[in-house]
């Protein structure tokens, strides 16, 4: 029964906790190393454990914050926007880690694609309620250059593969850990009996 309570608070207590609310101080590699043994016991169909993650801490940081600049600047050279281009920049130096979510496709293609996206989204998410519990904030974004087929090499990504965003993680400042919101459950669920 405990244990029921302590899972019921774990993903209920989940929250986004956004670069703004990060203290500056750096988690603990050891529990970014649990986030992501936590991650590989996702549920997945026929075993094709489909997610991949690049993890940037340090100077690493630094690298990513480079490429992504850079990026977007050799693409949008007609329709330059320097603050884009500075958010770009700015983001990862924001964070304690930053892990590159991507989807890697089987050879074979023998499930459809959506079901390796689930997959991967699961995992994230036994990250997201690892790192929850150990009240280390963070949050996933599909901005910066998720969407840039060409970035997909720099994550080690192949042609049929996805890069579905990154997860921002940092320790958050005291009293920055936000009040859930939600609808009631009823509202979303239909239930067919007999």
């Given at each position: 029964?405990?244990?029921?309570?302590?899972?019921?608070?774990?993903?209920?207590?989940?929250?986004?906790?956004?670069?703004?609310?990060?203290?500056?101080?750096?988690?603990?590699?050891?529990?970014?190393?649990?986030?992501?043994?936590?991650a590989n016991w996702a549920p997945t169909h026929k075993?094709?454990?489909?997610?991949?993650?690049?993890?940037?801490?340090?100077?690493?940081?630094?690298?990513?914050?480079?490429?992504?600049?850079e990026l977007y600047k050799a693409r949008n050279q007609?329709?330059?926007?320097?603050?884009?281009?500075?958010?770009?920049?700015?983001?990862?130096?924001?964070?304690?880690?930053?892990?590159?979510?991507?989807?890697?496709?089987?050879?074979?293609?023998?499930?459809?694609?959506?079901?390796?996206?689930?997959?991967?989204?699961?995992?994230?998410?036994?990250?997201?309620?690892?790192?929850?519990?150990?009240?280390?904030?963070?949050?996933?974004?599909?901005?910066?250059?998720?969407?840039?087929?060409?970035?997909?090499?720099?994550?080690?990504?192949?042609?049929?593969?996805?890069?579905?965003?990154?997860?921002?993680?940092?320790?958050?400042?005291?009293?920055?850990?936000?009040?859930?919101?939600?609808?009631?459950?009823?509202?979303?669920?239909?239930?067919?009996?007999?």
């Open positions: 029964m405990e244990f029921t309570k302590a899972v019921n608070e774990m993903i209920r207590t989940r929250r986004s906790i956004y670069t703004n609310m990060f203290s500056g101080e750096v988690v603990d590699d050891n529990i970014i190393d649990e986030m992501l043994e936590n075993l094709t454990e489909p997610w991949r993650f690049v993890v940037f801490t340090g100077k690493g940081l630094k690298k990513l914050s480079e490429f992504q600049g007609d329709h330059f926007k320097e603050d884009v281009y500075n958010k770009f920049k700015s983001k990862p130096l924001e964070c304690s880690h930053v892990i590159a979510i991507g989807m890697h496709r089987d050879e074979e293609h023998s499930l459809p694609e959506v079901e390796e996206v689930c997959a991967t989204a699961c995992a994230v998410q036994n990250m997201w309620l690892t790192a929850s519990a150990h009240r280390i904030g963070c949050y996933w974004s599909t901005g910066g250059v998720t969407f840039y087929e060409e970035a997909k090499p720099f994550f080690g990504l192949g042609e049929e593969d996805l890069l579905l965003g990154f997860l921002y993680i940092g320790v958050p400042k005291t009293g920055a850990w936000p009040q859930g919101r939600r609808k009631p459950a009823e509202d979303k669920v239909k239930w067919v009996k007999g």
